[in-house]
């Protein structure tokens, strides 16, 4: 009897430590948990990859891409940061563009753009059908003009492919629009299973005029750098993405990001990166997985 119930003790052992490492092993989904996205922080090995840069400019925007050895720019920061962005990409080895993007005509945004235009071969130059008057802007349309580069308008829905790699046009503001901010272009780049949105500094306004087919997305670039006019709570629940991106200046006059923004975004547990804190942040998917770098590059002027 005695062996009997130390055989019948050692069962109950058995599988209470089997139960116990089935759900070690699979953890118990929480309310709010995001789990739509099979993504995980690991190193990328593979040779078929999508690299995507969020390079340090300070309060201002730029984005670097490269997929099966093509190259494609969102933004070139504030005209200071031109130069230190030319010598940052040719230390890359980059001499030539097949797409470069100016998403609206601020100067945080296409500051350094007649820089890039003027020291790199580029295909094909979008930015939103605007016309502003200030030095910046006209200073871009120059080089474009001495370089013999045509000023391409995209339209809603527009895709084209960088590499292996789809690039889908959600939104182009026009000058109707009566704040720049909203002319901006919002791209959507898809590599396998993993994709990156792109909102320039569009506000609230735009987001909500957005296919809610086309948002859920792994990485968010988030609206005008943190600001409280972007990045509310239904728009996020529509993308839920894994991980966010800001892209901001230390101790910035305007505040960003603001704290209602970085508030939204712990509560749904997205995993946040800020350039004013991690430097320039490089992400490399294969499309799958993501492997995530942070990095000081000379590159905020």
């Not at 016309?131 to 802007?137: D, E, I, M, N, R």
């Amino acid at each position: 009897m005695r062996n009997k119930k130390k055989l019948i003790t050692s069962l109950l052992v058995i599988i209470i430590a089997g139960i116990f490492y089935l759900f070690e092993g699979y953890p118990i989904e929480e309310k709010g948990q995001n789990t739509n996205q099979r993504v995980e922080e690991v190193p990328v090995t593979a040779e078929d990859r999508l690299e995507v840069t969020f390079i340090d400019v300070g309060q201002a925007d730029s984005i670097l891409l490269e997929n099966e050895g093509q190259y494609m720019l969102v933004d070139a920061g504030n005209n200071e940061d031109g130069p230190k962005l030319v010598t940052y990409l040719k230390g890359l080895g980059i001499t030539d563009f097949s797409y470069v993007v100016g998403t609206h005509p601020h100067e945080d945004h296409i500051g350094g753009l007649d820089d890039i235009i003027n020291n790199f071969n580029i295909k094909t130059f979008y930015m939103p059908d605007v016309v502003t008057t200030t030095k910046t802007f006209e200073e871009v349309l120059d080089a474009l003009e001495s370089k013999n580069i045509a000023l391409s308008i995209p339209n809603k829905n527009d895709t084209f492919n960088l590499g292996d790699a789809t690039v889908k046009v959600l939104y182009v503001g026009t000058e109707e629009e009566s704040d720049l901010n909203d002319t901006s272009i919002v791209l959507k780049v898809t590599y396998q299973n993993v994709s990156f949105l792109l909102t320039g500094d569009a506000s609230t306004k735009v987001e909500d005029s957005l296919d809610r087919k086309d948002l859920e997305s792994t990485v968010l670039k988030v609206g005008h750098h943190g600001s409280s006019t972007a990045t509310n709570e239904e728009f996020l629940n529509l993308v839920n993405p894994k991980y966010a991106v800001i892209s901001v200046g230390k101790n910035n006059q305007y505040d960003h990001p603001h704290t209602t923004v970085l508030n939204t975004l712990a509560s749904h547990n997205i995993t946040t990166y800020r350039t004013d804190e991690d430097g320039t942040i490089q992400m490399i998917t294969d499309g799958v997985n993501i492997e995530i770098n942070t990095m000081n590059t000379d590159t905020n002027g």
